[in-house]
């Protein structure tokens, strides 16, 4: 099989893009920006979904949709918000097209249709969200209200890359409104805590949770708290972020309710999402030359078995076993994939698992039958074994397991290779082009050191690490006194 995948030492940008298309994951859409999300790569997303799903539900949230549509001056609402986000707005001026008399066949904009009030298409979903809970909050008594959305957004990106950013894309995102600040900076807190989890048990992707700056805060959020990945090109990837709202919403869209008092009172928001982009850390996190590396806990398929036959008979024995094997698995809630087409030779069908990332494959042939054994090959090692065919169905759920265990160890200890401690600019420069990956460094607080930072490095600050410990120091840049290390990195 010509898999075609450019080396990751070769071309990190190209290895990826090769692999998203080669591996079937997705594609770039006719429309510029957006992409295709194919059945293989969506498969995995919905496993994605599932997963945090229940965890949202298991922390007390319930799902619910809004409009995709923002009116401008709904969106305009929230000024810090509003300015954040105007750069990417898609806008919709008008309702209805008309046939061109100039050009037979063609369609143009009706200008009788245009629309009194010119219509947002969502970058995120604040303001729709928090001028309904102006509607559905009253009293203590609706509160907390703990909301979340699946959906789809728009933000109008020039440069883009499919997954990672794209000018449609696919997420989450909660809207929470509680009665004190104390709850809704423990409801952001929680969720981050849910993000981290997902990442680690799920993804098998070791991130740091921290805080962001205050240039790197969400617009419209008095406090964001961000997961922080490290890809195997040495850049960070903002994993998800959870944003504590104050009142700036509230006090936008006049969300009040009364107190146990009997008081009048503006309620405290959260906000926090996840989006596709996770895919892409995924592909980056653990992916090789030979294509995608996923942890079982997000595998489509979880055993692939690939039968080595010459006749129809031969085809029909091994099939008997290996029908048996996958039923054993199935019903231990394993998804198995017996491929037995004739249309390709069995190095074609280990080619194409081994692109696809599928974690455990299966080879039995007429040889196998005879010693009442399989070839059982893993694909984060890439090791083999030969099993029993009897204890084939028992060892499966061991062997997942310890390759989502590997999957993690590898990629956190690459991780930690991966954090450097610095004390002068030179060293920063110097690791940031020689070496890459997060810069531990002590900065001074400032805007304008964070800004002159990234002009000269292009390394942004990550995260104020949740557990950086207090240290005296002084700023790399500026040499003014510090009081923690934060993170830099060049980042996705």
Same mark, same amino acid.
């Given at each position: 099989?010509?898999?075609?995948?450019?080396?990751?030492?070769?071309?990190?940008?190209?290895?990826?893009?090769?692999?998203?298309?080669?591996?079937?994951?997705?594609?770039?859409?006719?429309?510029?920006?957006?992409?295709?999300?194919?059945?293989?790569?969506?498969?995995?997303?919905?496993?994605?979904?599932?997963?945090? +799903?229940?965890?949202?539900?298991?922390?007390?949230?319930?799902?619910?949709?809004?409009?995709?549509?923002?009116?401008?001056?709904?969106?305009?609402?929230?000024?810090?918000?509003?300015?954040?986000?105007?750069?990417?707005?898609?806008?919709?001026?008008?309702?209805?097209?008309?046939? $061109?008399?100039?050009?037979?066949?063609?369609?143009?904009? $009706?200008?009788?249709?245009?629309?009194? &009030?010119?219509?947002?298409?969502?970058?995120? /979903?604040?303001?729709?969200?928090?001028?309904?809970?102006?509607?559905?909050?009253?009293?203590?008594?609706?509160?907390?209200?703990?909301?979340?959305?699946?959906?789809?957004?728009?933000?109008?990106?020039?440069?883009?890359?499919?997954?990672?950013?794209?000018?449609?894309?696919?997420?989450?995102?909660?809207?929470?409104?509680?009665?004190?600040?104390?709850?809704?900076?423990?409801?952001?807190?929680?969720?981050?805590?849910?993000?981290?989890?997902?990442?680690?048990?799920?993804? #098998?992707?070791?991130?740091?949770?921290?805080?962001?700056?205050?240039?790197?805060?969400?617009?419209?959020?008095?406090?964001?708290?961000?997961?922080?990945?490290?890809?195997?090109?040495?850049?960070?990837?903002?994993?998800?972020?959870?944003?504590?709202?104050?009142?700036?919403?509230?006090?936008?869209?006049?969300?009040?309710?009364?107190?146990? &008092?009997?008081?009048?009172?503006?309620?405290?928001?959260?906000?926090?999402?996840?989006?596709?982009?996770?895919?892409?850390?995924?592909?980056?996190?653990?992916?090789? +030359?030979?294509?995608?590396?996923?942890?079982?806990?997000?595998?489509?398929?979880?055993?692939?078995?690939?039968?080595?036959?010459?006749?129809?008979?031969?085809?029909?024995?091994?099939?008997?076993?290996?029908?048996?094997? #996958?039923?054993?698995?199935?019903?231990?809630?394993? /998804?198995?994939?017996?491929?037995?087409? $004739?249309?390709?030779?069995?190095?074609?069908?280990?080619? &194409?698992?081994?692109?696809?990332?599928?974690?455990?494959?299966?080879?039995?042939?007429?040889?196998?039958?005879?010693?009442?054994?399989?070839?059982?090959?893993?694909?984060?090692?890439?090791?083999?074994?030969?099993?029993?065919?009897?204890?084939?169905?028992?060892?499966?759920?061991?062997?997942?397991? +310890?390759?989502?265990?590997?999957?993690?160890?590898?990629?956190?200890?690459?991780?930690?290779?991966?954090?450097?401690?610095?004390?002068?600019?030179?060293?920063?420069?110097?690791?940031? +082009?020689?070496?890459?990956?997060?810069?531990?460094?002590?900065?001074?607080?400032?805007?304008?050191?964070?800004?002159?930072?990234?002009?000269?490095?292009? #390394?942004?600050?990550?995260?104020?690490?949740?557990?950086?410990?207090?240290? #005296?120091?002084?700023?790399?840049?500026?040499?003014?006194?510090? /009081?923690?290390?934060?993170?830099?990195?060049?980042?996705?």
């Amino acid at each position: 099989m010509g898999k075609e995948i450019t080396s990751r030492s070769e071309d990190y940008a190209q290895w990826y893009i090769d692999l998203v298309k080669k591996a079937d994951l997705a594609e770039n859409s006719d429309v510029r920006g957006c992409m295709v999300i194919k059945p293989y790569g969506y498969s995995i997303w919905e496993k994605m979904q599932q997963a945090l +799903d229940k965890m949202f539900k298991d922390t007390g949230h319930t799902n619910a949709y809004f409009p995709l549509f923002v009116p401008k001056s709904m969106f305009e609402a929230e000024e810090k918000n509003a300015e954040g986000f105007a750069k990417e707005c898609a806008i919709v001026t008008h309702y209805r097209l008309k046939n $061109d008399p100039q050009n037979k066949g063609k369609l143009m904009v $009706d200008p009788e249709a245009k629309l009194e &009030e010119e219509l947002v298409v969502r970058p995120t /979903s604040e303001a729709i969200i928090w001028s309904t809970y102006k509607k559905w909050i009253q009293s203590y008594r609706d509160l907390p209200l703990l909301i979340n959305q699946w959906a789809n957004v728009v933000r109008w990106e020039m440069r883009t890359r499919l997954f990672l950013r794209t000018a449609e894309f696919l997420w989450q995102e909660g809207h929470t409104a509680h009665a004190t600040a104390k709850e809704a900076v423990e409801e952001t807190e929680r969720m981050l805590d849910v993000y981290a989890e997902f990442a680690e048990t799920f993804m #098998a992707m070791p991130v740091i949770k921290g805080r962001k700056s205050e240039g790197e805060r969400f617009p419209g959020a008095v406090d964001t708290y961000c997961i922080e990945a490290m890809m195997q090109d040495g850049k960070a990837l903002q994993a998800g972020t959870s944003h504590f709202l104050g009142q700036n919403f509230a006090d936008a869209f006049d969300v009040q309710f009364t107190s146990k &008092e009997g008081k009048l009172e503006k309620v405290w928001g959260t906000s926090w999402g996840v989006s596709t982009r996770l895919m892409g850390a995924l592909i980056m996190a653990h992916s090789d +030359d030979d294509g995608l590396v996923l942890p079982p806990k997000l595998a489509p398929i979880h055993v692939v078995i690939v039968p080595i036959f010459k006749t129809a008979e031969e085809l029909d024995r091994i099939s008997e076993q290996a029908n048996k094997i #996958a039923d054993a698995l199935r019903k231990l809630s394993y /998804s198995v994939k017996f491929d037995n087409r $004739d249309t390709h030779k069995p190095g074609f069908k280990f080619a &194409e698992y081994e692109l696809k990332g599928v974690p455990v494959r299966i080879a039995i042939g007429p040889r196998d039958l005879e010693n009442k054994t399989v070839e059982m090959a893993r694909r984060d090692t890439k090791e083999k074994q030969v099993m029993s065919l009897d204890s084939v169905a028992i060892a499966i759920p061991a062997l997942l397991d +310890d390759i989502q265990a590997n999957i993690y160890k590898k990629a956190l200890d690459f991780r930690t290779s991966m954090i450097t401690q610095v004390d002068s600019y030179i060293d920063f420069k110097k690791v940031l +082009d020689e070496k890459g990956g997060f810069v531990s460094a002590h900065w001074d607080g400032t805007p304008e050191t964070e800004t002159a930072i990234k002009e000269e490095t292009k #390394a942004t600050i990550r995260c104020i690490p949740l557990d950086a410990k207090e240290e #005296a120091g002084v700023c790399v840049y500026s040499g003014k006194p510090s /009081s923690k290390r934060v993170l830099f990195a060049r980042a996705y």
